[in-house]
């Protein structure tokens, strides 16, 4: 069957049911396990990665320890258990003719049914020996047809290979060869942009892209192609952005203009210190935001401890003096908690009252709750503290005209959009973290998002220095609490963070708020030592918060300290206790699980030891340590590991200790994590929306598109003279619209 063209098209590309081209068992099974339904959906589930088999070499003359390519023959499959050992190995013999050589493949029996005797094919990978024999441990390869000339053979070796991303079930020679079926049958592309945009680019047609991307010739062919079709994609993109910020000029929302009352002189004169000319310069930028007649969206990004929080309090101030009420949202009720008392404080008495500060819970009593409430409905409460109890569906405000999100990459885009629609009007947004999530930054790179920053500290705070501690050396690990000893006995606090709470913790806290997932284990060289190595190798268990109290309770070093635990389990009351011990300096160190990421002011600390650091995300690395040096002494965070040489979670981890440029990790963050869904709920990871654009790699290319789209969509704000491009975008799916302005 013939594949739908012309106005069947999704970005201009089919989009036919995978059923209807494939059959019904492969489009099962595409959609189970790749997400992929429809022909646009496979053509453009592009190779993550060209196979390079160079020329074929016979058996008898590869060198060890180099890649080769081999036509050969399947003579023999058999799979052994290893003796006393977990796991199998998977052997498969081939000859050429001119000798034989083994395929090792570690735990990976079911490729027995396509790997039998008699079959013929092309078997690529580094050349190992193991017992003597030459080996190919876990080898890329295609069978060939039934039969094949030398000729065909030796062409097939010496075609770029596309590698998709696969699964278990459905293998990359699976989707290359769907992908042949669909476009032996397809029609010619239209594309979507002008023929005056693909003049002035360099581009290649759609059509010719689409074709070389999956079934190229030569290397240079797929190069070409990447770069057309992420152009298209950095177009689409920044095309339905620009209409996106076109509409928003077009939501109303109240404007917050200060009344003559001037609350926020007042307060500003009570201050006991001068503000920063950074916080001066961004708190004027937000007052004009907020004098607006359109929804502001600005992210407020700043070093832990440069005074986001007194920005945030100002804004609030001035729409409090404009009638309006503001919402504060954050992660835990200990910052929830922390938050009000500061802002309390900062305000004064009278001056709080007046404001009608209020503090919303979810584990408040109910009769606090009740009356925090009435409060909210009836606008007497124009600042609201508050965590996700906030976004409850019986909480109402009166007139709710700002929302302050707090340590933005602790909330989904769900969570932030249920305290956005609160507001009678849609209330201005200011969102505030050290370290923006990989998909703030990712559409304020697109330019969705506008951005303050705040660059200077306040008087009196000091830098903070960051170790990376091995845990394979137990004299450096002893070195970590002799100093955290030497700390407290100057006066000072220390911080001890796990990833845990208990044994029986899978580290829930810990997954809820950003962390690392276990890497990939790389491939073996299939011997049975090595297999071994990798199937038992002794999986160090995450240190517990509860089990490193009383772990670090019988330290020589630390004898005689008061040693206390602060986990999400505790009752309110509890961490509150704990808290307000630490305060007053009677918590010499104070064990915790990542309920203290965020918010927890204790000026006195000094040292942090992150137990684990490697499992924890980039971004909570940066907030936990940014908990120490907040005084007038210096910092110091020690990052405990015991991630390999080489291994990604060790870059991760150096990565944090070389630099506290939050800007700088958020983009370490994005290369590790990706951007998420630029268009829809996704905050970061695999179901990024982006299929060959990378924010950062490709920012220059992002921002040229952005002039071209801005300057036709300027001429042409209807798309009436460019259909093809209208077609398209109509087509993107109208709730992921809807988020754009989420950020």
């Known amino acids: 069957m013939a594949v739908p063209t012309g106005e069947d098209r999704g970005m201009l590309l089919p989009l036919e049911p995978l059923d209807r081209v494939l059959g019904d068992r492969t489009a099962k099974s595409f959609a189970k396990h790749l997400g992929l339904r429809t022909v646009a959906d496979l053509l453009t589930h592009f190779p993550r990665r060209y196979s390079t088999r160079g020329e074929l070499t016979p058996i008898s003359e590869i060198p060890l320890g180099e890649p080769a390519t081999v036509v050969a023959d399947i003579v023999e499959v058999r799979e052994r258990r290893m003796k006393g050992k977990n796991g199998s190995i998977l052997e498969i013999r081939i000859t050429d003719g001119h000798g034989f050589m083994t395929l090792s493949f570690f735990n990976q029996s079911w490729r027995q049914k396509e790997l039998r005797p008699g079959s013929r094919g092309l078997f690529a990978g580094k050349v190992s020996s193991y017992q003597g024999k030459l080996q190919l441990a876990h080898p890329d390869y295609e069978l060939f047809p039934d039969e094949i000339s030398d000729e065909d053979a030796k062409r097939w070796a010496e075609l770029p290979i596309p590698i998709y991303p696969a699964a ?30 693909v003049k002035q680019n360099n581009l290649l047609s759609l059509n010719e892209a689409i074709k070389n991307i999956h079934r190229p010739e030569k290397h240079s ?200 629609l609160k507001g009678k009007l849609p209330p201005h947004v200011l969102t505030m973290t050290a370290t923006p999530i990989p998909r703030t930054l990712a559409v304020t790179v697109f330019g969705d998002l506008d951005v303050s920053t705040l660059t200077e500290l306040p008087a009196g705070r000091q830098g903070i220095t960051s170790h990376v501690v091995q845990l394979s050396q137990p004299s450096l690990v002893a070195r970590t609490w002799q100093r955290i000893a030497e700390e407290v006995a100057n006066g000072r606090q220390a911080f001890v963070v796990c990833p845990r709470i208990d044994e029986d913790d899978p580290g829930v806290e810990l997954i809820e708020s950003g962390g690392a997932a276990d890497e990939e284990p790389t491939f073996l060289d299939g011997s049975d030592d090595q297999a071994a190595e990798f199937a038992k190798k002794p999986k160090q268990p995450l240190a517990s918060a509860i089990g490193m109290t009383e772990s670090l309770r019988s330290v020589p070093a630390l004898s005689g300290l008061v040693i206390e635990t602060l986990h999400g389990r505790m009752s309110s009351e509890e961490k509150a206790d704990v808290m307000a011990r630490c305060a007053a300096k009677e918590v010499d160190v104070l064990v915790s699980t990542t309920v203290i990421e965020v918010g927890v ?63 700088e990790l958020s983009e370490i963050d994005l290369e590790l994590r990706r ?29 040229m598109v952005r002039s071209q789209v801005e300057e036709l969509m300027a001429a042409d704000p209807t798309l009436e003279k460019h259909p093809e491009l209208a077609e398209s975008l109509a087509r993107l799916d109208q709730d992921r619209q809807a988020n754009l302005a989420k950020g």
């Open 675 to 703: 951007e998420g869904d630029v268009l829809g709920q996704s905050q970061s990871g695999g179901r990024s929306s982006l299929k060959l654009l990378r924010v950062l790699k490709d920012a220059a290319l992002i921002q």
């Open 168 to 197: 278990s079930a459905v293998t990359t020679w699976a989707i290359q060869r769907s992908i042949g079926v669909i476009l032996d049958t397809l029609a010619p592309i239209t594309d979507e942009l002008s023929s005056e945009i």
């Open 601 to 663: 002011d204790v000026p006195n600390a000094t040292v942090m030891v992150i137990l684990d650091a490697d499992r924890f995300g980039v971004s909570q690395l940066h907030q936990l340590r940014g908990r120490v040096g907040r005084g007038g002494n210096a910092g110091l965070c020690l990052l405990l590991t015991s991630a390999e040489e080489g291994s990604l979670a060790l870059e991760r981890v150096n990565a944090v200790a070389k630099t506290l440029d939050g800007f």
């Open 221 to 420: 062919d797929w190069h070409a192609a990447r770069e057309t079709l992420k152009f298209h994609e950095a177009f689409a993109l920044q095309a339905t952005l620009t209409k996106r910020r076109a509409e928003n000029h077009h939501i109303a929302a109240t404007p917050r203009v200060a009344s003559s009352s001037k609350l926020l002189a007042k307060f500003d004169a009570s201050l006991p210190f001068t503000l920063t000319n950074g916080q001066i310069s961004v708190g004027q930028d937000i007052s004009d935001d907020l004098a607006k007649p359109h929804p502001m969206n600005r992210l407020l990004q700043g070093e832990v401890g440069s005074g986001k929080t007194l920005v945030a309090l100002r804004a609030m101030i001035t729409v409090a003096d404009a009638g309006g009420q503001s919402a504060l949202l954050a992660p835990t009720e200990v910052l929830a908690a922390q938050h009000f008392k500061s802002i309390e404080k900062t305000l004064g008495a009278d001056l709080a009252k007046e404001l009608g500060l209020t503090l919303l819970t979810g584990q408040m009593n109910v009769a606090d709750r009740k009356r925090a409430l009435l409060q909210m409905v009836s606008g007497k409460a124009q600042i609201v503290i508050g965590t996700h109890a906030l976004i409850a569906e019986k909480v109402e405000f009166l007139d709710l005209g700002l929302i302050i999100i707090d340590e933005q990459h602790r909330f989904g885009v769900e969570q932030r959009e249920a305290l956005r």
